[in-house]
């Protein structure tokens, strides 16, 4: 058995090249193989969020805390609550992030692709994307 405690990891800020705004990371499992799995706590500052990007096996968030915005290439935002699950497809481009008001953290969950490919990242998500006001 092994236990990870949390005393034992630390806390990382996600990096200014793929972030806008402040975002902490807690990892929770990065899988050896053969399994693929990784997930990580992501907590955004009101205002910070993702920049555009894709999972090649897709990715799935639940909402932890807080309020959030997530938006799929060529679609409305959308807010994501506590206790909602978001279904992301592979290579599906888009974003997530904190509302710009509030604090907002997510568990996010993806697996690696059959040839090792990880998250593919692009844009930052510009001010006028960002501000749009989420769908119901
Ligand atoms: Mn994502």
Redesign the pocket.
Known sequence: MTVVKASARTTKQAPAANFTGTVYSDEIVAGTAPSRMRASVVSFTPGAR?AW???PVG?T?YGLSGVGRIQFKGQPVRAIEPGDTVL?PPAML???GAAPNRLFSHL?M?EHSDTGAG?AWFDHVSDADYAAAPAP
């Open positions: 993702t990007h894709s999972h990715q968030l992301i888009h974003w997530h996010a993806s998250t």
